[in-house]
């Protein structure tokens, strides 16, 4: 499986955040809710921005939807005690997220935040 991998202590795309990954393109589905779309007097330009760039843009009922591609760093993970492993590896404390629109990522959580 692949998995989109950040670091919380790194603040560019251009260092890889750790040993072992590549950078790559995934394509993922964005979606934006348009409550506004009635009620904003700026509706017009913000729905012409969002269609400004990715592809098939799509009205989905009560979303706006859309695929666009991005690099990221990616390795390719398959099993929990590889999982395990990387996280020794890397410090020890992951945060491992998955939107359902694209490959799940893990953070090394190496720095506080918020």
Not at 32 to 57: D, L, V
Not at 63 to 80: G, M, N, P, R, S
């Amino acid at each position: 499986m692949k998995f989109v991998i950040t670091r919380t202590s790194f603040y560019s795309d251009e260092t890889p955040p750790c040993d072992g990954v590549k950078r790559e393109v995934l394509t993922r589905t964005v979606r934006i809710a348009p409550t506004a779309r009635g009620e904003h007097a700026n509706w017009p330009a913000i729905e012409r921005h969002w269609r400004s760039f990715g592809r098939n843009h799509r009205d989905e009922g009560e979303t706006l939807a859309k695929e666009i591609d991005q690099e990221h760093w990616v390795i390719e993970i398959f099993t929990l005690a590889k999982l395990l492993d990387f996280a020794a590896r890397h410090g020890g404390s992951l945060v491992v997220d998955h939107d359902g629109d694209g490959a799940p990522s893990v953070e090394i959580y190496d720095e506080p935040r918020e």
